[in-house]
């Protein structure tokens, strides 16, 4: 799952001598323990309010004078509840409690607006029936809790596409979530049902010593990326460039889980040529790392993140236009990447353009294995709708890439057309008549073939 990271950042002197008035963003960190009233002087403008990396452990009575706000994150404070005065505030709809200290959720704490919840790194044993009230809720973040169950209400959650259930105490998977019609981006590793009689697939370790990072390439959910060097390389890899990178995992818990599970289903997922190749780990105490083979300097990002707007879906830059060719190359290698990894039974769980890599060629490269799960522990009938929940997401992939697909004749148009139909059986309500990745492989390879055949190509 994406960090955002908001940069309006402001200072409480600042807030006190009205300097703010008019802003429609405010991120304060300064050790708050009680929350500032000055914050009231914003009401007729304010939109997104942060108090992350704080001490606070209440709200105001009062809050819902902030009339317009919207996204409200108290990451890395003291809550030990959640304050049941959001539930008035007429038009919050996104919610950030990551890393605090609750162990409560009670009945109808949360705006029934609430769009996006996000509860990773806390103590919650359970949720509260009025989950099931929250109609429009897409994208729900519980990694790092203690839930033993989730509260049967929550089939009524329809509109739910993103939701990350790793690192808790669940018994199984229920039935209803994987029936959800617009579920796409599901992780569940590191719960009992999923991690009994797991094995460990034969991996070389290495020592964090026998490795120099360099300069940081990137940063995900889960850990820091960086371009490094070999300083001892391994035997068996002499012969490989001795640039690599490595990939060093935060802390216990992330927004998609455990770092050990993501290592672990990215070492079963084995490899495949549309797959960033994982050469070696780093498991000592303190530095749990992967080592890579460096990704070639003219790979480029397909996409970009979800923006808090956007919630669930990618965005790109308003420039960006696919040829079919590419397109087809994108879509093709994707489907196949897909199947090689629910053929070694792990699912993804982040099918998205910014986690695709491309060059000019459109050789595609697909990584992070942070919010992946292993699916050998599921009955049968819940491994295909697994796939059939990831094939939702490639169809959210593809459906994404044809907004930026221009027809330049007729034949095109025919094709994207064709392309258009795929993607909405990619995406239908009923998970049993999606089809499989093996056959969206044949199909693809079939519309492939029309376009060679098409005298402009």
Sequence with gaps: MVKFILSNSATLQQLRAGQLIGIKRLQLAEGLKVFPPEIFTLADSLEILDLSDNQLNDLPDD?????????????????????????????????????????????????????????TDNQIS??????????????????????????????????????????????????????????????????????KNYTDSPMRTVNFADLELAEQLGEGASGFIYKARWLNQ??????????????????????????????????????????????????????MALVMELIPSDFYNLGLPPSLQTCTRDTFEPV???????????????????????????????????????????????????????????????????QAVEVRAFGCLLEDMLIHTKATNHADQALIETLVELKEDCMQSNLSLRPKFAELITTLENISSKIAELPSH
Aim: with cysteine.
């Design 234 to 287: 391994p035997l068996a890899l002499s012969g490989l460039s001795k640039e690599v990178a490595v990939k060093l995992f935060k802390g216990n818990v992330t927004s998609d889980g455990y770092p050990e599970d993501e290592l672990k289903c990215c070492l079963t997922a084995g490899e495949h040529s549309n797959l960033i190749k994982v050469v070696a780990q780093v498991n000592e105490p303190g530095k």
């Design 63 to 119: 809050l819902p004078r902030l009339v317009n706000l919207k996204i409200l994150f108290l990451s890395n404070n003291c809550f030990e509840h959640i304050p049941g005065v959001l539930q008035h505030c007429p038009k919050l709809e996104m919610i950030g409690f990551k890393a605090n200290k609750i162990s409560q959720v009670a009945e109808g704490c949360l705006p029934v607006n609430t769009r996006w919840l996000i509860l």
């Design 126 to 195: 359970r949720l509260p029936n009025s989950m099931g009230q929250l109609s429009r809720l897409q994208k729900l973040a519980l990694a790092g809790n203690k839930l033993a169950e989730l509260p049967s209400s929550m089939a009524l959650c329809r509109s739910l596409e993103l939701v990350r259930l790793s690192a808790n105490s669940l018994s199984a998977l229920p039935d209803w979530l994987l029936q959800l019609p617009r579920l796409a981006w599901l992780a569940f590793a590191g719960n009992p049902f999923s991690s």
């Design 320 to 386: 960006t236009q696919f040829s079919l060719e590419i397109l087809m190359k994108v879509i093709g290698n994707m489907a196949k990447a897909l199947h090689h990894l629910h053929s070694n039974q792990v699912s993804h769980g982040d099918v998205y353009a910014h986690n695709t890599m491309l060059n000019q060629q459109a050789e595609l490269l697909f990584g992070d294995f942070g919010a992946a799960s292993h699916l050998a522990n599921l009955p049968v009938l819940q491994q295909e709708a697994m």
